[in-house]
């Protein structure tokens, strides 16, 4: 690994392998064009080797953790995987089979398939969730377990950004008798040595860097608010749980407390590293460290394959989903074809991309402006495939 140019006056620290030379200057370029008091990680695997590990910004190492967010989402996502590989569940069976007391409110007939698509349209509850309630994904699930659909089940889609992880978490639980927090962290967290947790241990608090609120300019506060303009009892309301009348989410300040950290929303409340989502991903699809991929093959191309794609309801613009993670071609296409992955709200991204056996991680600590933090984790994860297509 090279160190590049590890200078005082560098704004990024860590190391680079040979090739890679120009994602450290495109991550210096995204830390420099933020405002003031912006810290981010990025790190890549290659072949299952570490070819990226960079960080920079106030208070920052490659040692910290962070709220990733929604960017958890792709764990839970693996466990599920998983298991269906294994045969302990099926794609096309219904929920109500593994789970009986969700088969009501018009949901009986919808698969495990179609919820992992986000086409069940249990994106939240009436009145919404209490604070207690969100931080832990049994109480989500006892509520969405009586609560009729937003939209008539499979005959759309719409992000079910706080509580996917809950509804399938649930048949986790019953099909296996183990929580979805128990699996991962015995089969896939611990083994690999992945920086990526659901539910954050005490003895770890001490790495934890608090989420930083957006700092927009005032022409992009002018335009959150247009965009914002969706009222708390609207589908994009309800799916943010901002329809409590006393405590709306604060979706920018969420992981702050330590009491979501260890309840662990496995929906929207990571916590980890650049680097433990990279390797995440990277054992997904290939050897790390000696150990074999989690997924096989056709497992992970199964699970990428589009299965929503279109106007999202709760996001209101266009979106692409596969079997739960987010088809990641059509949101970056200078990726493979059977790229999958998951981002989180602050602006953290990461995925697979196996035709360029590629495990990607992207994380920032501050909030970021949407149309800010897109457009960076893409400039950066096109320059990591760029380099890692001609390194070879």
């Known amino acids: 690994m090279s160190n590049g140019t590890n200078t005082p006056e560098s704004l990024a620290q860590g190391t680079v392998a040979e090739g890679y030379e120009g994602v450290r200057e495109v991550f210096e370029e995204t830390l420099a064009e933020e405002r003031a008091g912006h810290s981010a990680q990025l790190a890549a695997y290659v072949d299952g080797r570490r070819v990226v590990d960079l960080w920079g910004g106030p208070g920052i190492t490659g040692e910290s953790l962070v709220g990733v967010y929604s960017a958890i989402k792709g764990a839970a996502h693996l466990v599920v995987a998983l298991l269906v590989q294994e045969g302990v569940l099926e794609l096309d069976e219904k929920v109500a089979h593994y789970w009986p007391e969700f088969g009501s409110a018009g949901k009986e007939d919808i698969t495990l398939r179609e919820l992992m698509a986000h086409r069940a349209g249990v994106i939240g509850v009436e009145g919404g969730f209490t604070p207690e309630e969100m931080a832990d994904d049994r109480a989500i699930a006892a509520r969405l377990a009586g609560q009729r659909p937003f939209w008539h089940p499979g005959s759309a889609f719409g992000y079910h950004g706080l509580v996917i992880a809950a509804l399938t978490g649930e048949v986790v639980l019953r099909a296996t008798g183990r929580t979805l927090h128990e699996l991962y962290e015995s089969r896939i967290r611990a083994p690999y040595g992945l920086d990526l947790y659901m539910r954050l241990p005490e003895e770890q608090e001490h790495r934890f860097l608090t989420t930083q609120p957006m700092d927009p300019t005032p022409e992009q506060k002018a335009l959150l608010l247009q ?124 995925f697979a991309d196996p035709s360029a056996r590629l495990g990607f991680g992207y994380t920032r600590r501050r909030f970021g402006f949407p149309a800010t933090s897109r457009a960076q984790s893409k400039r950066l994860a096109e320059a990591v495939r760029r380099a890692a297509v001609s390194v070879g």
Request: zero cysteines; proline letters at 6%; charged letters at 15%.
């Open 227 to 350: 965009q914002g303009a969706a009222g708390p009892d609207s589908l994009t309301g309800v799916a943010g749980n901002r329809n409590h009348p006393v405590h709306p989410t604060d979706i920018q300040t969420f992981p702050n407390s330590r009491a979501v950290r260890a309840g662990g929303n496995a929906s929207a409340a990571g916590v980890g590293s650049a680097r433990g989502l990279a390797r995440m991903y990277a054992a997904a699809i290939g050897e790390v460290d000696g150990r074999a991929p989690l997924l096989t093959p056709e497992t992970a191309a199964r699970f990428a394959q589009v299965q929503s794609t279109g106007r999202d309801l709760v996001f209101r613009e266009h979106y692409s989903f596969g079997v739960g993670f987010i088809a990641m071609a059509d949101m970056l296409p200078f990726l493979g074809a059977r790229s999958f992955g998951h981002g989180g709200a602050p602006g953290s991204q990461a």
